[in-house]
Each structure stands twice: as C-alpha cells, then as structure tokens.
C-alpha cells in the first residue's frame, strides 16, 4: 500500500505512506522510488533496476545500499534548493526515520527485549519484498541512450507485465507494471 500512497497528490495518502514503510524502517524508497527510480528506470543509473543476468542476492547487494544514498542525495538536493538543512525536519527520509525510532523503542518499552527477533525479521521481509519486486518489474530492461546523452523516454516494454493470479496477489495488484510507470498516480 505504501508504494500506491507514496505516489498519490494529497498530503494525508503521502504521509500514510511515510508511516507504512517506517513499520519496516525503508522510509528512504518513498524518496527514491518516486523521484530517482521513476527517472532512471531500465538504465544504469537506477539500482533497482536488476540487470540481465543478475541474481537476487547480488542484486539486494546492490540496490538496497544504493537506493538509500540516492534518495539521501535526492533529498541533499531538495532540501539545498529551499536553503534548508538535509538534517531538518523537512528531509522526508528522517520523518520516517523518526517514526521507526519511535515505534521500535515503544514496542522494545512495552514488549521487552523479545522484540529483538521480531523487529528485524519483520524490517528484514519488508525489504526482502520491496528488494524483490523491483527486481522482478525490470529484470534485464534497458533503455537506448540517445546521442546527446539522455535515455529514451520510457515505454511499455521497460517494465515486465505479469497478468496472473499468483502475480497479482504477491505483487499487491503491481501486474502491469508498465502502465503504473505510464500513469503513477
């Protein structure tokens, strides 16, 4: 649910998703997925684009690490542009950074030290699923770049398109694909 809020106008559905991804402390792939990943998809300068040959395990190696210092350097830039701090209160990585802070001491206070295996089991399958996705939508796609420099624009076949029953329900109604990287919103 957080992948479709993060993209919605309205301020409530976006901080809903901040809140879902701060659950399983990946608050930084609302910044990443909406202004790096929607940018630089099927190109090499995306990292979670899997590249054609590339496992899952190398993959997760990859991406995850450099999703994350995407989206920080995403939101340094941001956050420059309005002569604010990447450590203010502004930077829509540390609002959900905050909230897993937060709820994790709060459930470690009520629940005990016995949330020590369950908290990162839960963070652990939450990026697990995100990591798998991502590799799974864009597996091996490239765009053509142009010689100016620039990548082609994206197109219907820069996403995989799975229209099963299976897919459907594991990838939370992200079947076709290429028409959520048409229409976003």
Request: glycine residues 6%; charged residues 20%; positive net charge.
């Amino acid at each position: 649910r957080a992948h479709e809020l993060g993209h919605k106008k309205e301020g409530f559905d976006r901080w809903m998703a901040k809140l879902v991804l701060a659950v399983v402390g990946y608050g930084h792939f609302f910044v990443e997925h909406n202004k790096g990943h929607h940018r630089d998809v099927a190109t090499p300068l995306d990292p979670a684009t899997s590249r054609m040959g590339e496992s899952i395990y190398s993959f997760s190696l990859r991406e995850i690490p450099g999703a994350f210092r995407r989206a920080w350097s995403l939101e340094e830039e941001r956050l420059a542009r309005s002569g604010k701090s990447v450590w203010s209160l502004d930077n829509e990585i540390l609002q959900p950074m905050i909230i897993t802070v937060v709820l994790y001491a709060s459930l470690l206070a009520f629940f005990g030290p016995l949330m020590l295996i369950f908290l990162p089991i839960s963070m652990a399958f939450g990026w697990w699923q995100l990591t798998s996705a991502n590799y799974i939508e864009h597996y091996g796609l490239l765009r053509e770049k142009l010689p100016n420099g620039r990548y082609e624009h994206q197109k219907p076949h820069h996403s995989w398109n799975s229209n099963h029953i299976m897919s459907n329900l594991i990838l939370f109604h992200l079947q076709r694909h290429s028409d959520h990287h048409a229409n976003s919103t």
